[in-house]
């Protein structure tokens, strides 16, 4: 069983871009669960996507929205990019247990 | 919604020796709690979760307990190994409407060989 992917590993940007970053779930996972870890720190909860819908957001400006897509894979954008939005973003898929499993994340950069 | 505390947020331990996380959590109503170990560099893994209907749960040398009424649970590791070095994070859910997890803020864990 495939797990959960994402892409691309590594991006640089430079400060005031768009990104626009991409997660599959495991196979049959229909929620998944974006989390933002910036160097050094912890995981915090950015959006859940559930069903095609936005089930709930962290945290976080406006700037970061997403979407889900019939297949429940998911992308993540950050528009107007700053200096903080450097950090590991991190894709989960969960299981109807309660478990979930992260992808291997982006890591974006901006300048 | 929930708040989830993590204590130590760095421990050292010699080779052999044991390890242990705690944490607390705020929401009574979690029912879920599991996990994970981050390697450098790499995503976190989940290395065991916990149920509230059961109050400890053993996986070889892991272990992890839960106390409802005092709301906090454990990780414990016993006869640390190098590998064993890692960040350690544990998490709280509920299976109300949310379904999400509230992580806590990490243990950076460093086995002294």
């Known amino acids: 069983e495939a797990g959960v992917t994402q892409s691309p590993t590594h991006l640089i940007k430079t400060r005031g871009q768009q990104v626009t970053l991409r997660c599959s779930p495991i196979?049959?996972?229909?929620?998944v669960y974006w989390y933002q870890q910036a160097l050094g720190l912890g995981l915090q909860f950015l959006l859940w996507y559930d069903e095609g819908e936005e089930r709930n957001r962290g945290n976080f400006p406006p700037r970061f929205s997403g979407r889900q897509f019939p297949n429940y894979s998911s992308e993540l954008n950050v528009n107007a990019l700053e200096l903080e939005d450097s950090a590991l973003y991190l894709c989960?898929?969960?299981?109807?247990?309660?478990?979930?499993?992260f992808g291997p994340g982006t890591r974006l950069l901006v300048l | 919604g929930e708040n989830v505390e993590q204590h130590p947020s760095t421990l050292s331990v010699q080779e052999g020796d044991s390890a242990v996380i705690k944490c607390t959590y705020s929401d009574s109503a979690s029912n879920y709690f599991p996990w994970y170990k981050q390697e450098l560099g790499k995503r976190p893994q989940l290395i065991i979760d916990i149920r509230s209907n059961v109050g400890e749960k053993k996986d070889q040398r892991i272990a992890v307990t839960l106390n409802k009424t005092a709301k906090h649970f454990s990780l414990h590791i016993t006869e640390t190994q190098p590998e064993d070095s890692a960040v350690y994070f544990c998490a709280a859910t509920s299976s109300g409407s949310a379904r999400q997890l509230t992580f806590g803020s990490g243990t950076q864990l460093t086995v002294l060989p």
């Open positions: 989960a898929s969960f299981t109807r247990f309660g478990a979930q499993y």
């Open positions: 196979s049959g996972h229909t929620s």
